[in-house]
């Protein structure tokens, strides 16, 4: 059995935390799309961390965690963050596996994601620079190296004849950085991953699977970032919804049971690209900075505004999300009013519905208002407590979407989370 959790809007909704506080309940901690874009927030004995490559139960004992096919890895940001894990005494050769199909980010592939964006110019993706999209397109253009080559004697020869094919592309783009000190670390993680336990990935999901073993999938990024469903062209490259877990993972559709959908109360996004609820003001600047919204991987501002329910929505459907977590409302604190987006006015047309270009077109949003609680809600622990206000807030979500708020996150700490 296969449970799912991933963002519901453009990424950083806190899935590493949530994923954490649910670890001790499963058995293995899968990764199945994106790679080191992803930052990854938990807090162990008080300390933070971020995770990029590594699932976010890393640092629970019994679990087994997996780095599965669909995700592309830059072995260099798996090395230092294997480091950050042993440095709290967890052994990470014992419980982490890697499946041997999944793809390997290359220093060209960084140097191709940075062509890409300066060729863009305005128009970039505002991507990490991670080089996931070149990464994906080698997967889909049937070049890519996957680290099973790894054990492979030709490993060395493959990587010259890619990296000429890279090169070759790197000048026509006019992109003409020296990546040598790039490539001497890669090889030295390269030379690290050999320790590793190298595994069929869905073979191994599925041994775990039929032994009665719980799963949880953890996504990266948001559904507004699919590459198919999200704010094309301003989305990542893989398919960070559920149906991603199937080909990420090599799991039947029919060992999903929960997808839990992971929603802040309001909402963020870095990088570039169509936020219809995007506030510009003062509020937006205070969302920010209570929120303390600044990019897990880059420490970019992240822009922010009010909760979109018409994206919420589309959401939900996409992914069939069957419970709600929600994070952050500990942030809505100190508003005096809040604002919900119900309906876009799309050039002038009012819909409830996701438009499939959302760049070439004006979009509204159209608020419904609420008030704050007014109240710290920070240090709470049982639902019952919860202001009145914040009750109807959520209410209100829960009907717009069909699907309800199971949790309530009030606080980036383990133990702040409540179950409604
Ligand atoms: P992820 O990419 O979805 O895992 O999220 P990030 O880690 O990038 O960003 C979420 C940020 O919010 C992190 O700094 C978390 O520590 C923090 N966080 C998570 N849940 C809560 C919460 O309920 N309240 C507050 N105030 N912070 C939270
Ligand atoms: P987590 O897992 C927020 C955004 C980038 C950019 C776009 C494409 O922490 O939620 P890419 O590097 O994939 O080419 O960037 O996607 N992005 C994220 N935004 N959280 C993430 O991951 C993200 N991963 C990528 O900012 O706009
Ligand atoms: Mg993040």
Redesign the pocket.
């Known amino acids: 059995m296969v449970d799912v959790l991933l963002?519901l809007q453009w990424?950083?909704?806190?899935?590493?935390?949530?994923?954490d506080y649910f670890a001790p309940s499963y058995d293995v901690i899968a990764r199945f799309q994106g790679g080191p874009n992803?930052?990854?927030?938990?807090?162990v004995n008080d300390k933070?961390v971020?995770l990029h490559q590594i699932p976010?139960g890393i640092f629970h004992e019994n679990t087994t965690n997996l780095i599965g096919n669909g995700v592309v890895l830059d072995a260099v940001t798996l090395r230092r963050e294997c480091d950050i894990v042993q440095s709290f005494g967890v052994d990470f050769r014992k419980n982490l596996y890697i499946s041997e199909r999944t793809h390997l980010i290359l220093p060209t592939h960084r140097a191709l994601d940075k062509a890409s964006e300066l060729q863009k110019g305005n128009e970039k993706i505002g991507s990490t620079l991670k080089g996931i999209g070149p990464a994906y397109m080698d997967k889909t253009g049937r070049n890519g190296l996957r680290v099973g080559d790894l054990l492979d004697k030709s490993f060395t020869t493959q990587y010259i004849k890619l990296r000429l094919k890279h090169q070759k592309l790197l000048d026509s783009m006019n992109f003409h950085e020296d990546i040598s000190a790039w490539e001497e670390e890669f090889f030295d993680a390269i030379e690290f991953m050999r320790q590793f336990k190298i595994v069929n990935g869905e073979y191994f999901i599925n041994d775990k699977i039929s032994q009665g073993k719980k799963v949880l999938a953890e996504g990266?990024q948001?559904s507004m970032l699919d590459v198919d469903f999200g704010t094309f062209p301003f989305v990542t490259s893989s398919n960070t919804i559920s149906a991603g877990v199937c080909t990420g993972l090599g799991v039947a559709p029919q060992k999903i049971r929960d997808v839990i959908g992971?929603t802040k109360a309001y909402c963020t996004r870095v990088g570039s690209g169509p936020f219809p609820t995007e506030l510009h003001d003062a509020t937006g600047e205070e969302l920010r900075k209570?929120?303390?919204e600044f990019?897990?991987?880059t420490g970019r501002p992240r822009r922010c505004g009010w909760i979109d329910l018409v994206a919420l929505n589309f959401a939900c459907m996409v992914n069939g999300v069957t419970k709600l977590v929600m994070?952050?409302?500990?942030?809505l604190d100190a508003f005096e009013d809040l604002q919900v987006c119900t309906s876009y006015v799309v050039n002038g047309q009012k819909t409830r519905q996701v438009p499939f270009q959302m760049t070439k077109v004006n979009i509204e949003p159209e608020l419904k208002a609420f008030k704050g609680w007014k109240q710290d809600t920070?240090k709470l622990k049982t639902a019952a407590e919860l202001p009145e206000v914040m009750k109807q807030y959520v209410a209100f979500i829960n009907e717009y979407l069909g699907v309800n708020v199971a949790y309530i996150?009030?606080?980036?700490g383990r133990d702040?989370?409540i179950e409604i």
């Open positions: 963002g990424g950083d909704e806190g899935k590493g935390k949530i994923v992803a930052g990854h927030t938990l807090y933070k971020v976010s990266a948001g992971v209570i929120g303390n990019g897990a991987t994070t952050k409302a500990d942030v920070s996150s009030n606080g980036p702040q989370l």
